[in-house]
């Protein structure tokens, strides 16, 4: 979600300034669907920064660094979003200084996009990081499933033999021992299952 979210900030933008460029050529509604475009920016932009449900926020170093650090992402996509704001309003109002700011919204787009692509791939690194990790505390949990199930076959196996020892008195005993050695097998299925998944 959070690469979609970063993905949509990419691809709304470049819609922004697009139907920008098109209201000021006196395209119908193309401000309009620029204003949309700008909401939907925003949005994200907001989910992606303040913790919220599901979502973290800003919530590793290499984010940290790429927003408030020395690249200013935070501030360059504020500013991107403050400057479409007054530019779509001028280009609206008609006003005389609308094509010095859609020129500047332009002229930005470049830059723009290269650090909403340098926060997405941060994004698409950190989700395999996090992919990495739970396939290891995974493979970890059923290690120590495998574990006891090869403990509690033994048990079984024991018990086995201490019910075939017993002999009419074992009885009952052997047929516990029975339903706990078909219960390790089947632990023992499910395990290899959610190995060969997890691997896939």
Not at 58 to 71: D, P
Not at 147 to 152: F, K, L, P, S
């Amino acid at each position: 979600m959070l690469i979609n979210l970063s993905g949509r900030r990419r691809f709304t933008s470049q819609r922004l300034v697009l139907y920008a460029v098109l209201g000021a050529q006196g395209r119908e509604n193309a401000t309009s669907t620029a204003r949309e475009a700008l909401k939907l920016f925003r949005d994200a932009h907001q989910l992606l920064m303040r913790p919220s449900g599901q979502l973290p926020g800003v919530f590793c170093g290499e984010l940290e660094q790429a927003y408030f650090g020395t690249q200013e992402g935070d501030r360059k996509i504020r500013h991107f979003m403050d400057l479409a704001e007054r530019a779509l309003n001028a280009i609206d109002d008609k006003l005389r200084h609308a094509p010095q700011l859609l020129e500047e919204l332009v002229d930005g787009t470049t830059a723009l996009l290269a650090v909403l692509n340098q926060l997405t791939a941060i994004y698409e690194a950190e989700s395999k990081k996090h992919a990495r990790l739970m396939h290891a505390q995974l493979h970890g949990v059923m290690t120590d499933i495998e574990t006891i199930a090869r403990e509690a076959k033994m048990v079984a196996f024991n018990a086995r033999i201490v019910a075939a020892r017993a002999g009419e008195a074992g009885k009952e005993f052997s047929v516990v021992a029975g339903v706990l050695s078909r219960i390790t097998g089947e632990i023992d299925d499910l395990v290899k299952a959610a190995l060969e998944e997890a691997v896939a």
